[in-house]
């Protein structure tokens, strides 16, 4: 099974500032033959259910703002909030669907500072 | 607008069984992979089984492989889960998920509300 492993578990970030969480899986999700990378993100806001915000590591679904982006291939990947909005407070995760078991991220909370 | 209601989360004794099921509107049902993601209370998100859209496969979990089975009714529009040999640690929100491709290997992109089960005597 492909471990997903977030960092940090929690985090404290300023309005207006830079939010950065990163993903580590277990072992590579980018699949060779199409060169991409089987990770998504996920916003879960209080008393929600989660939200899909980016996948193939990179692309933003639709309507998600453009102050959120995603990077990262191979087994490390970094989900960035480039300027904190209130209405960012949430728990985010990652998930892998490249290979099932298709797991997720143990998740990493997101506060206001 | 993609809507995924579920419903059959109930209080269940350890042991016992339950069936969830979810209707879906707003899409082509039989073209896209479905699944079921269960999340306990104040913890984090545990895929538990797709139903791929396309040739019919399944997966789950290893926490729920041969007590948990899950299908789809396309002419219903319904994805279900039948839960059986229910245990203390199944006890969760389960959500249901539309992936935004045929194949197992979609990211989901809708999600239901959710539906509470309660495994305890």
């Known amino acids: 099974d492909i471990v997903m492993t977030q960092s940090p578990d929690s985090l404290a970030v300023s309005l207006g500032e830079r939010a950065t969480i990163n993903c580590k899986s277990s072992?590579?999700?980018?699949?060779?033959?199409?060169?991409?990378?089987?990770l998504a993100w996920y916003q879960q806001r209080p008393g929600q259910p989660p939200k899909l915000l980016i996948y193939w590591a990179s692309t933003r679904d639709s309507g998600v703002p453009d102050r959120f982006s995603g990077s990262g291939s191979g087994t490390d990947f970094t989900l960035t909030i480039s300027s904190l909005q209130a209405e960012d407070v949430a728990v985010y995760y990652c998930q892998q669907y490249y290979s099932s078991p298709y797991t997720f991220g143990q998740g990493t909370k997101l506060e206001i500072k | 607008e993609v809507q995924l209601l579920e419903s059959g989360g109930d209080l269940v004794q350890p042991g016992g069984s339950l069936r969830l099921s979810c209707a879906a509107s707003g899409f082509t049902f039989s073209s896209y992979a479905m699944s079921w993601v269960r999340q306990a209370p104040g913890k984090g998100l545990e895929w538990v089984s797709t139903f791929s859209g396309s040739g019919g496969s399944t997966y789950y979990a290893d926490s729920v492989k041969g007590r948990f089975t899950i299908s789809r009714d396309n002419s219903k529009n319904t994805l279900y889960l039948q839960m059986n040999s229910l245990r203390a640690e199944d006890t969760a929100v389960y959500y249901c998920t539309k992936g935004d491709g045929s194949g197992s290997y979609s990211p989901s992109d809708y999600w239901g509300q959710g539906t509470l089960v309660t495994v305890s005597s």
């Open positions: 072992q590579s999700v980018l699949y060779s033959s199409n060169n991409k990378n089987y």
